[in-house]
């Protein structure tokens, strides 16, 4: 059982936004720490993909965006493309004196 | 740019201790970064272990606290994990990774560790 939540899953066609969830409580997200989220493609290591919240580091296509708003945080794909596919995992810190992850997402790009 | 490699044991027996090195290159380990290491177990999510900075000071997942040891060894530009007492739920990918500030800016290709007898 993951300290953040996310859908076990998402879809959708060539094109079309999709968004991803990541629900904390008041010991992480909402404690105001911030939210980082990676893609893992199949069979790779997992990369990031925004950080601090809403931060895209260099070479990350605009595509990808974040929010965060009280104890849970998002991230948005537009236009989405058959190589999005691939296993999202959002990050933050705990009280608990621990990085923390979500369970991750499938998105699936139908 | 900074590259990370794991290496270690693919193999390790019930009971025994998991040990692993991560190499970096492209940068120093001196750097003002921490070092990470994160699991995968096989089909699951991401699982922190612990982080250490180049002065020696280490932070551990509570969860593996008692098990688990990170070290920095400066003059080889590395650092590497333990974890002792393992069992086949220590079974993962993984991976090591630097951090800045709280995200994990790179991570190594990752190694398979199984333990089994």
């Known amino acids: 059982q993951s300290v953040l939540t996310q859908p076990p899953s998402v879809s959708g066609a060539p094109g079309q936004r999709v968004t991803i969830s990541c629900t904390g409580s008041?010991?992480?997200?909402?404690?105001?720490?911030?939210v980082h989220w990676y893609q893992q493609l199949p069979g790779t290591a997992p990369k990031l993909l925004i950080y601090?919240?809403?931060n895209r580091p260099s070479g990350v296509p605009d595509r990808f965006s974040g929010s965060k708003s009280g104890t849970s945080a998002s991230l948005a794909i537009t236009g989405l493309q058959a190589e999005d596919e691939a296993d999202y995992y959002c990050?933050?810190?705990?009280?608990?004196?621990?990085?923390?992850f979500g369970g991750g997402t499938k998105l699936t790009v139908l | 740019q900074v590259q990370l490699q794991e290496s270690g044991p693919g193999l390790v027996k019930p009971s025994g201790t998991l040990s692993l090195t991560c190499a970096v290159s492209?940068?120093?380990?001196?750097?003002?970064?921490?070092w990470s290491w994160v699991r995968q177990s096989p089909g699951k999510g991401l699982e922190w272990i612990g982080e250490?900075?180049?002065?020696?000071?280490?932070n551990y997942n509570p969860s593996l606290v008692s098990r688990v040891t990170i070290s920095i060894d400066k003059s080889k530009n590395q650092f590497s994990l333990k974890v002792n007492s393992v069992t086949a739920a220590d079974t993962a990918v993984y991976y090591c990774?630097?951090?800045?500030?709280?995200?994990?800016?790179?991570w190594g290709q990752g190694t398979l560790v199984t333990v089994s007898s």
């Open positions: 492209g940068g120093s380990i001196s750097s003002s970064n921490w």
């Open positions: 990774a630097r951090s800045f500030n709280g995200w994990l800016i790179s």
């Open positions: 990050q933050s810190y705990d009280n608990s004196l621990s990085v923390v």
């Open positions: 008041s010991s992480n997200i909402g404690a105001g720490y911030d």
């Open positions: 601090r919240n809403v």
């Open positions: 250490i900075y180049h002065t020696g000071s280490t």
